[in-house]
């Protein structure tokens, strides 16, 4: 099957993110930033994007909080084009993580002074463990209210289960008002890569609840969780199926001793932790985009499996080859899109569509916007 034919015949509403890449647009500079020229840093190819609006509101509370914005870049090791702020910027895990490493240093607050009460620095390895050495999602939770009582400071993390549905929900009262937006999605993102990284699963959400104001990107948001997001809510929570809460967690001390050497390095970097098979088929789909030749026979070929064997596989991940290649086109766009360097017919046929109209219809049907919302402007 052609990509064009899969475009046609593939129809899903929204896709689950894979992504590994957040893109930024910084919109302003702190008084005392200078025109940085910084070493490149090496990025996937795919990614999803950041919305503008959180990158914003994020130099918006660093301008406030009084961090020197110059030397956070240089410490995150982020590169950019024209060697200004106040311009599109690609952020790898690796950059966000060197960032947050940074902040923890000169904030000597695990919640980044973000919060009423300091949270020491030395607790984030006693709650790792207490959480992540936990049997299931469920008593990690409960862990978690438990390892509260000897640390001010953590935020309240509550489940609740009606019927086949469970939600998450994370108290965010403690935090300064005008980092809500900030504070919220950054909690929400960690809660969901510990997830993924303890039971060596993606936990697919259903919705996530913001208590921030509607932007007018909200696709950004559906990309980076791979749900749609509710604005205005009463709190800041991720809703999901209630078999997740029985998903074993399958890490050992080791493990949790490899995550916190380098934290929070390998939560960012290893966040989707799909399986092997799902893994295999998305690397050779990335190392062939657009390829007409990337066919399902050429990839359980290249991945030692019969064609009726790599679809039985991924089935019983919940994906498929063309779930999968929709994946890797929509976040590829998305980088390219907020780099700003290709025309809608240029990308297009480098993804391997058969017209801009076609990509432009793939790519609504992914993010609900049309490509030209992630251009720079």
Same mark, same amino acid.
């Given at each position: 099957?052609?990509?064009?034919?899969?475009?046609?015949?593939?129809?899903?509403?929204?896709?689950?993110?894979t992504?590994?890449?957040?893109i930024?647009e910084?919109a302003?500079?702190?008084?005392s930033?200078? /025109?940085?020229?910084?070493?490149?840093t090496?990025t996937?190819?795919?990614?999803?994007?950041?919305p503008?609006?959180?990158?914003?509101e994020?130099?918006?509370?660093?301008v406030?909080?009084?961090?020197?914005?110059?030397?956070?870049v240089?410490?995150?090791?982020?590169?950019?084009?024209?060697?200004?702020?106040?311009?599109?910027?690609?952020?790898?895990p690796?950059?966000?993580a060197l960032g947050?490493?940074?902040?923890?240093?000169?904030?000597? $607050?695990?919640?980044?002074?973000?919060?009423?009460?300091?949270?020491?620095?030395?607790?984030?390895r006693?709650?790792?463990f207490a959480?992540?050495g936990?049997?299931?999602?469920?008593?990690?939770?409960?862990?978690?209210q438990?390892?509260?009582?000897?640390?001010?400071?953590? /935020?309240?993390v509550?489940?609740?289960?009606?019927g086949?549905?469970?939600?998450?929900?994370?108290?965010?009262? $403690?935090?300064d008002?005008?980092?809500?937006p900030?504070?919220?999605?950054?909690?929400?993102?960690?809660?969901h890569?510990i997830?993924?990284?303890?039971?060596r699963?993606?936990?697919?959400?259903?919705?996530?609840?913001?208590?921030?104001?509607?932007t007018?990107?909200?696709?950004?948001?559906h990309?980076?969780?791979?749900?749609?997001p509710?604005?205005?809510a009463?709190?800041a929570?991720?809703?999901?199926?209630?078999?997740?809460?029985?998903h074993?967690?399958?890490?050992?001390?080791?493990?949790?001793?490899?995550?916190?050497h380098?934290? /929070?390095t390998?939560?960012?970097?290893?966040?989707?932790?799909?399986?092997t098979?799902t893994?295999q088929?998305?690397h050779i789909?990335?190392?062939?985009?657009?390829d007409?030749?990337?066919?399902?026979?050429?990839?359980?070929?290249?991945?030692g499996?019969?064609?009726?064997?790599?679809w039985r596989?991924?089935r019983?991940?919940?994906t498929?080859?063309?779930e999968?290649r929709?994946q890797?086109?929509r976040?590829?766009?998305?980088c390219?899109?907020?780099?700003?360097d290709?025309?809608?017919?240029q990308?297009?046929?480098?993804?391997?569509?058969s017209e801009?109209s076609?990509?432009t219809?793939?790519?609504?049907?992914?993010?609900?916007?049309?490509?030209?919302s992630?251009?720079?402007?």
């Amino acid at each position: 099957m052609t990509l064009q034919q899969n475009e046609h015949l593939h129809r899903r509403d929204r896709l689950p993110s894979t992504a590994r890449t957040l893109i930024c647009e910084p919109a302003q500079r702190s008084s005392s930033s200078k /025109p940085l020229t910084l070493s490149s840093t090496p990025t996937p190819t795919v990614g999803y994007a950041l919305p503008a609006e959180e990158a914003r509101e994020f130099v918006r509370v660093a301008v406030k909080q009084r961090w020197d914005l110059p030397a956070l870049v240089q410490a995150a090791k982020i590169s950019t084009t024209s060697g200004h702020l106040n311009h599109y910027v690609q952020i790898t895990p690796a950059n966000a993580a060197l960032g947050m490493q940074h902040l923890w240093q000169i904030t000597g $607050d695990t919640l980044l002074g973000l919060a009423r009460i300091k949270l020491a620095p030395g607790a984030l390895r006693l709650l790792t463990f207490a959480v992540c050495g936990a049997p299931d999602l469920s008593t990690a939770v409960k862990r978690y209210q438990e390892f509260r009582t000897a640390f001010a400071g953590l /935020p309240a993390v509550t489940i609740e289960q009606t019927g086949h549905t469970a939600v998450l929900a994370i108290d965010v009262a $403690d935090f300064d008002a005008s980092a809500l937006p900030v504070a919220s999605v950054a909690l929400l993102v960690v809660a969901h890569r510990i997830i993924n990284w303890a039971t060596r699963r993606s936990l697919r959400l259903h919705q996530v609840e913001l208590p921030h104001a509607e932007t007018t990107r909200k696709a950004g948001y559906h990309a980076m969780f791979g749900a749609p997001p509710m604005f205005n809510a009463r709190r800041a929570a991720l809703v999901f199926n209630a078999d997740a809460l029985a998903h074993r967690f399958a890490r050992s001390h080791d493990d949790i001793e490899d995550l916190l050497h380098d934290a /929070p390095t390998k939560l960012l970097t290893q966040c989707d932790q799909q399986t092997t098979v799902t893994d295999q088929v998305r690397h050779i789909i990335e190392d062939k985009l657009g390829d007409p030749n990337c066919t399902s026979n050429e990839i359980a070929a290249r991945v030692g499996m019969s064609r009726p064997t790599l679809w039985r596989r991924l089935r019983e991940e919940n994906t498929s080859i063309s779930e999968i290649r929709d994946q890797v086109l929509r976040d590829a766009a998305l980088c390219a899109l907020a780099r700003g360097d290709q025309t809608i017919a240029q990308l297009s046929q480098r993804l391997g569509f058969s017209e801009p109209s076609a990509f432009t219809r793939a790519f609504r049907r992914w993010t609900g916007h049309p490509p030209r919302s992630y251009q720079p402007r």
